[in-house]
């Protein structure tokens, strides 16, 4: 069996993934909608970013201890 291509868009307004899904399914393609907020993934990359240059903030076990009290 053969793999699936996987295409990734990046659709900027409602009215253009309703286009796209209207165009997919006329050609019968399975789709898949991501069900994360987009900003929720850029405020993820956003941080990974930060920690990467070292903008990070280390916490100690104690501190880390009393954000789950």
């Known amino acids: 069996m053969k793999t699936a291509n996987i295409l990734?868009?990046?659709?900027t307004t409602?009215?253009?993934?309703?286009?796209l899904k209207a165009?997919?399914?006329a050609l019968?393609?399975?789709?898949?909608?991501s069900p994360y907020d987009p900003?929720?993934?850029d405020m993820i990359?956003?941080?990974?970013?930060d920690r990467k240059e070292g903008k990070g903030?280390?916490?100690t076990k104690d501190e880390l201890d009393a954000l789950w009290k």
């Open 23 to 25: 165009v997919m399914k």
């Open 8 to 11: 990734i868009a990046h659709i």
């Open 39 to 41: 900003e929720y993934v």
């Open 45 to 49: 990359l956003q941080g990974d970013k």
């Open 28 to 33: 019968d393609i399975k789709y898949e909608v």
């Open 57 to 59: 903030k280390k916490i």
């Open 14 to 19: 409602s009215n253009k993934l309703n286009a």
